[in-house]
């Protein structure tokens, strides 16, 4: 069953040896050379499941691969159990609120301690668990960085998410995000972090929603 | 001077942002009455800002006669003076800005700056008829995906490092190409690549919305001149990746902005190969396909000419104390009353 169509792949909910499965099928695309289609598809294919297992490693909760298919283009992982965070960041205590925002900060810390920049985290891009986890998934952008810019970039990407999508309780999140993250990261980096992200945010380049 | 929106009102505009000093001459409604342009040819190495200054200070006389020459009009007929403000090269916006401002007091009309990038994008829809397009903008200085929101044309992919048309000029020159007034290293790499058949692997750098080809122009010398690769398969595959991630982006920014048309503009406009590439997106998205006329697509003063007419109707000018050149001026920094949307 078709799920999600996206730019650049189909996502398909499944069933492989009796699991209930995810599969993100990269497509090939016309406007390319049939080699060098074959050649991104299967290089993202690869760095897909790579940067979700060191995501795991840095101990932020990520579907479980079974299946990469490199050829095909085709990833098969775990169905998350769950609900997009999306759908009820809104819908919960004002507490709840506030301790789930906390926690997704403290995943982003995680992360961006590794050298692991997620490249999309929007609110439809983590599932919370029935054990109160919050699974992070859609690593289709991410990319491995140190830097200071990336790291501003990717959770400046975060706050426009929240303003666009959450906009009652945009402000109280974020601040809970940035504490989280401040939690795992230190005060001191967060700070620096902040900075840049005012920094982009005067810079007006990633202003592209009304 | 009484000034009206009749065909009677005329736009004297001129463009001096780089390698080209154009002026032309433009209705307001729109007509492109003349195109004059003359382009500074380095012997060798790339673009020197100073001696393209040098260049435009010299041939400025001529080609601002030949505007109104050419548009059977007397320079006494000129309405409105617009100028290429930024961004660019500054010795070369500087020389076109000297220029500007001085016709401007001496017929004693009003003058406008504009941004070159926004006067890339509305003279391809004027050129095409485009209203709100997602607009591939390729050319030496820039490489930007952009879409109209709220006021102000929005980046939404960029090269994080140089420009597409950098990439290919650079290449050319690195492997010993030569170009011919009327023939740019853009349009002999095509020619090339027209008869290149297998593809060698190069990078491919899209992060995100943003792109970049400066690792893609080192592999792609390397791979000439040291792998010894025949010129036309290493034209060829730097063609096809390049443009595949110009059209990978763009692709993007049109399923997330679902706009009605793609319009493809500036210089790098003029290839074949990017041409169809992205008609192939357009038509998978259901979007019209409009790319600018060949005449439009590089740096001309009818861009600029046209982009002051749409700015001076809806009520901007530019005081002579604020036409200073910006040469980093910032497409969404642009406030663009006149589109709707």
């Known amino acids: 069953m078709l799920l999600k169509k996206g730019a650049e792949a189909r996502l398909y909910l499944d069933e492989w040896h009796n699991r209930k499965v995810i599969m993100k099928k990269r497509l090939p695309k016309k406007y390319r050379l049939p080699q060098l289609d074959l050649e991104i598809r299967s290089q993202r294919t690869v760095h897909e499941p790579n940067m979700i297992h060191k995501a795991k490693i840095a101990g932020v909760p990520t579907p479980t691969i079974f299946m990469v298919d490199v050829a095909d283009a085709n990833i098969v992982m775990e169905f998350v159990e769950g609900k997009q965070v999306k759908q009820i960041l809104d819908h919960v205590s004002p507490k709840e609120r506030l301790k789930l925002s906390g926690l997704i900060g403290r995943m982003i810390g995680r992360l961006h301690k590794h050298g692991i920049i997620h490249g999309d985290l929007t609110t439809s891009n983590m599932i919370l668990t029935p054990y109160s986890k919050v699974v992070f998934v859609d690593f289709g952008l991410s990319e491995r960085s140190k830097e200071l810019e990336i790291k501003g970039v990717d959770l400046h990407l975060m706050k426009r998410a929240l303003q666009s999508t959450h906009y009652k309780h945009a402000k109280k999140c974020f601040g809970a995000v940035m504490k989280g993250y401040a939690e795992v990261v230190g005060e001191e980096e967060t700070k620096k972090v902040s900075d840049k992200i005012r920094e982009i945010e005067k810079r007006g380049r990633y202003v592209s929603d009304r | ?341």
């Open chain 2, 1 to 341: 001077m009484p000034l009206n929106d009749s065909d009677n009102s005329y736009c004297l505009g001129i463009e001096s942002t780089a390698d080209d000093f154009g002026a032309a001459i433009l209705s307001f409604e729109g007509a492109v009455l003349s195109n004059a342009n003359d382009v500074y040819m380095p012997k060798k190495g790339g673009i020197h800002p100073r001696e393209a200054a040098r260049h435009h200070a010299e041939v400025a006389e001529k080609v601002l006669a030949e505007a109104p020459e050419k548009a059977k009009i007397k320079p006494r007929d000129i309405n409105l003076v617009a100028f290429s403000q930024g961004p660019g090269l500054g010795p070369c916006l500087r020389t076109g800005a000297t220029a500007a401002r001085a016709l401007s007091s001496y017929l004693g009309v009003p003058l406008v700056g504009v941004n070159h990038c926004v006067a890339h994008i509305e003279i391809g829809k004027l050129a095409t008829g485009a209203k709100d397009p997602v607009t591939l903008y390729v050319s030496g200085g820039n490489t930007i995906v952009s879409a109209f929101e709220a006021g102000k044309y929005r980046v939404f992919g960029e090269t994080l490092d140089i420009a597409i048309g950098n990439c290919l000029d650079v290449f050319a020159r690195e492997v010993g190409l030569k170009q011919r007034r009327g023939a740019p290293f853009g349009a002999i790499v095509e020619e090339l690549a027209n008869n290149g058949k297998s593809y060698v692997s190069l990078p491919y750098t899209v992060k995100g919305m943003d792109l970049s080809f400066s690792g893609l122009l080192t592999a792609a010398v390397k791979t000439f001149l040291e792998k010894k690769i025949a010129l036309e398969d290493v034209c060829f595959s730097l063609q096809e990746v390049a443009f595949s991630m110009l059209s990978e982006v763009t692709e993007r920014a049109l399923a997330h902005t679902e706009k009605p048309e793609v319009l493809l503009t500036g210089g790098v406009a003029a290839n074949k190969k990017l041409q169809s590439m992205l008609r192939v997106i357009a038509m998978e998205h259901d979007a019209r396909f409009c790319v600018v006329p060949q005449g439009l697509a590089a740096d001309n003063g009818a861009m600029i000419a046209w982009t002051g007419i749409l700015a001076y109707k809806s009520g901007l000018v530019t005081p002579v104390e604020d036409s200073y050149v910006n040469v980093k001026w910032r497409l969404e920094d642009v406030h663009a009353p006149w589109v709707e949307g």
